[in-house]
């Protein structure tokens, strides 16, 4: 069995744009709350999207609507509902130690498909804390400390011991966790902290002040470290390292990077330079050829430069399939407008520009230097209608 069965009668119904909402006579689905997501699970085989309290109704979302009056068998998914419950109850354990031990209070909970997170009160949380906190979170989970639910009354309730003080009155369910954890709360949890396994801080953020720790606990502690794993064994065999020498390696690889970087556009720097002298021994009105085998950011350096002396620099690059005009905004043509009626003429490619420079992308290198022969006739002729 997969779920936790029950029978029971279904009382009320309602709709709304997400589907249909019934009410059940007893029911054992979580309604979410308390940073704790609802409970999945089936009603007549119909699959539980979601179960909400209104008004101390619990209603449970399904897709299609089940007559008030029918008898019915309901299973909450055991797998999901053991899931939050350990992610809930690592929380209990996190905030524990965490006010007890370093003075932080835990300000807001929530539990997310992947993984979990707390909001603390704190400005300043580092990683080297956090390995101390994972350490004694390990602790408390290997000493296996049973947790109490009880149903009190506020007057049996200790209220020295409570973590944080409570106004409510009549029955209170209190959770201990034993010499840990003493709070009123409404979620669920499991039944000693040896059912945690294992609590795995996977990051830490600011926000409005505070720290964001997010962190996974149970089986979703155990599929975080698999797939970081394999995401460190990629780098490992991409960069034959160690986890000892893989962060001063990929630190060496970046700086590499940008030598190289550094190194490409000085030589790009001088192809250029060669490449718009040669153009400008042809000493034409309109200069073309250009950008057919260089690289884009090449291509549009040297179009600068030959604008720059007041020539109509003509690039297709293609590489990137685009067409690139340019003058020094000495010349009557606007060069956009001029290049969008070229291509709605044609039919083919999109773009425009300014007065002194635009740009066009083509699906083919064809279509590219179909648009070239056009634009370049039409300069040549002086068909510059405007
Ligand atoms: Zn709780």
Not at 12 to 21: F, I, L, M, P, V
Not at 125 to 135: A, G, K, Y
Not at 188 to 205: D, E, I, P, R
Not at 228 to 239: D, E
Request: with cysteine.
């Amino acid at each position: 069995m997969t779920g936790w069965e029950f029978e029971t009668m279904v009382t009320a119904k309602s709709q709304d744009e997400r589907g249909h909402w019934i009410a059940l006579e007893e029911t054992h689905f979580y309604a979410e709350g308390g940073g704790q997501p609802a409970d999945a699970g089936t009603i007549a085989d119909e699959a539980v999207h979601d179960v909400q309290q209104i008004d101390g109704v619990v209603w449970h979302l399904l897709e299609r609507p089940i007559e008030v009056g029918t008898a019915v068998t309901a299973q909450v998914d055991v797998a999901t509902r053991r899931d939050h419950s350990i992610q809930h109850t690592a929380q209990h354990v996190l905030t524990a130690i965490l006010e007890d031990r370093y003075g932080i209070e835990t300000l807001s909970f929530g539990i997310g498909t992947d993984d979990a997170s707390i909001e603390i009160g704190t400005h300043a949380f580092d990683w080297s804390q956090i390995e101390q906190l994972e350490q004694d979170v390990a602790t408390v989970i290997y000493e296996n400390r049973p947790i109490h639910i009880r149903q009190l009354d506020v007057s049996e309730v200790d209220q020295t011991k409570l973590r944080k003080p409570t106004d409510r009155t009549g029955m209170i369910r209190i959770v201990e966790v034993e010499g840990l954890d003493y709070n009123a709360c409404g979620g669920t949890h499991v039944a000693s902290t040896g059912q945690l396994g294992f609590v795995h801080v996977t990051a830490l953020k600011k926000v409005r002040g505070n720290v964001r720790l997010t962190y996974v606990a149970g089986r979703r502690a155990i599929r975080e470290t698999q797939s970081a794993r394999t995401a460190l064994r990629t780098v490992h065999q991409t960069l034959s390292t160690t986890n000892e020498t893989v962060a001063a390696r990929v630190l060496e690889e970046r700086n590499a990077r940008i030598e190289r970087e550094k190194e490409v556009k000085a030589l790009e720097a001088r192809v250029a330079k060669a490449k718009v002298a040669a153009f400008l021994q042809e000493d034409n009105y309109v200069i073309t050829h250009i950008g057919k085998t260089e690289g884009e950011t090449l291509t549009t350096m040297i179009i600068e430069r030959i604008a720059a002396t007041g020539r109509i620099a003509v690039g297709a690059n293609h590489t990137a399939q685009k067409l690139i005009l340019m003058h020094d905004g000495t010349h009557d043509i606007a060069i956009g407008k001029f290049l969008k009626r070229a291509l709605d003429d044609l039919g083919i490619g999109r773009g425009g520009g300014s007065h002194k420079q635009a740009q066009a992308r083509f699906e083919s290198v064809l279509d590219l230097e179909k648009a070239t022969a056009e634009v370049v006739k039409r300069l040549q002729e002086g068909v510059v209608s405007c």
